[in-house]
């Protein structure tokens, strides 16, 4: 018998193969079209020259595969913030749809469910997570291997916001490395689903963050905490449905995991292959929030989103009809020179780079972006402090997606 929890699985996978078949299409015209590269040869390849080459042909360009695209600055940030855009058609399926709760709603149910999460991000939260960073960030320093040579990511970069983002949720740390590898195989759905075998991993990732999210619920209504799956028990029946209860802990999960373990590492990658840079960190670690910034603006782990028209309306002097799609490259955005002088210089004392489009602009402004600052910047602070000599040591794997960028492993020696 089908379930209704299966039964929304579907839904959502479904608008993934519908993201896969769109991705399937774009190979006839990879050679002629700036966007299909960027679908076809996700993570292998330096994306940079191809968002010039895109900017080079004008602030909103059509792609060959459908959607409109932009590299502007202006009009990514209007498009973001306009409310004639918003990431699902009517609650039509498509590109945006997809399950990860209020991320792919349009208001007012994504204020309804954003509003539910938010405190978990107040400031009095912060101040405790601060606490929990810092320890978690010296002990996994502490844990490195006396032989100096190590994988940024598997080592330092992952298990920071595993641990974190574990606490804010309330899940006992006793299932932290199986929660960490089900949100992996989640992560991978951001680029589209890449066949029947991803598919079913897919399946029954989901089956088991359902499993021990819908065990955690039970748990705090028994016995509730400070934590958020309190708060969503809590606001059942009232300010959500049951059917939402699972996709906003896993959206929580995924958004502070997926992203942050990448700003990490792209910050090594940046930081190492700038050493003048590194070395000034070293000696100032209060450049550390800056030097966050930078790699935010420089090399963001997210690297596009997109946003559906609405209704008919114009972008950049173009007409855009109602239900035609708008993709916002937002890392390109970040390399506009109108915004950034000398964009592709590497700067972590430049003034404007919290301009950057990294955390999105508009409603769906990233909610943990407080969290995910205090995270970079505490971590990469103490790399430079402990960890001088740091550098790159081997070959570098880069995943194997292009909306989300960052490496796989990262070896490197101190
Ligand atoms: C470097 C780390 C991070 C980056 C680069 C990042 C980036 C983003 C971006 C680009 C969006 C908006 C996407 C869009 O407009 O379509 C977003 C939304 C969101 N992020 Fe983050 N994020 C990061 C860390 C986090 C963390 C640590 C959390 C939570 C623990 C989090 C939670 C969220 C949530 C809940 C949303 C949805 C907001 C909404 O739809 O209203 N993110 N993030």
């Not at 101040?127 to 994988?151: C, H, N």
């Not at 390109?332 to 404007?352: E, G, K, M, Q």
């Not at 995910?372 to 997606?401: D, F, K, M, S, Y």
């Not at 960052?406 to 020696?413: A, K, S």
Request: aromatic residues 6%; contains cysteine.
């Amino acid at each position: 018998m089908t379930t209704a929890a299966e039964l929304r699985q579907l839904a959502g996978f479904t608008a993934q193969l519908y993201k896969a078949k769109v991705v399937l299409g774009y190979q006839g015209y990879a050679r002629h079209d700036e966007l299909a590269l960027l679908m076809l040869h996700p993570g292998r390849d330096n994306p940079y020259p191809l968002y010039e080459r895109l900017r080079a042909r004008g602030p909103l360009v059509r792609s060959r595969v459908g959607p409109w695209v932009t590299t502007s600055h202006q009009v990514c940030n209007t498009v973001l913030r306009d409310r004639q855009f918003g990431v699902v058609l009517d609650g039509a399926e498509g590109p945006g749809a997809g399950g990860l709760s209020f991320l792919e709603m349009n208001p007012p149910d994504h204020t309804r469910l954003r509003r539910l999460a938010a405190p978990a991000f107040s400031p009095k939260k912060m101040a405790g997570y601060t606490t929990l960073i810092e320890k978690t960030v010296q002990r996994l320093l502490d844990e490195l291997p006396a032989s100096g040579r190590f994988d940024l990511v598997s080592a330092f970069a992952a298990p920071l916001p595993i641990a974190v983002i574990s606490d804010l949720l309330g899940v006992p740390t006793a299932h932290a490395d199986q929660f960490a590898r089900w949100g992996a195989t989640i992560g991978t759905a951001l680029d589209g689903v890449k066949g029947v075998r991803h598919l079913a991993a897919l399946m029954q990732a989901n089956a088991g963050l359902e499993r021990l999210f819908t065990g955690l619920f039970e748990q705090r209504r028994r016995e509730p905490a400070d934590d958020v799956v309190s708060a969503v028990v809590t606001a059942e029946g009232e300010r959500i449905t049951p059917a939402e209860m699972v996709p906003i802990c896993v959206l929580l999960f995924i958004a502070g995991f997926e992203t942050t373990v990448n700003l990490i590492s792209n910050a090594v990658l940046a930081l190492t292959a700038h050493p003048l840079q590194w070395v000034a960190l070293h000696d100032d670690p209060s450049l550390a929030a800056g030097a966050v910034e930078e790699v935010l603006r420089f090399d963001p782990p997210v690297q596009r989103t997109g946003r559906v028209a609405l209704a008919d309306t114009e972008l950049a002097g173009v007409a855009v009809k109602r239900g035609e799609y708008v993709v916002t490259l937002t890392a390109a955005a970040n390399h506009d020179p109108a915004v950034f002088a000398d964009p592709a210089r590497l700067d972590i004392t430049r003034s404007n780079a919290d301009e950057h489009l990294a955390f999105s602009s508009g409603i769906h402004y990233c909610l943990g972006a407080p969290l995910a600052r205090a995270e970079a910047t505490i971590a990469l602070g103490a790399l430079a402090e402990r960890l001088p000599r740091l550098r790159v040591a081997g070959q570098v794997v880069r995943r194997n997606a292009s909306t989300i960028r960052g490496p796989l492993r990262l070896p490197v020696t101190a």
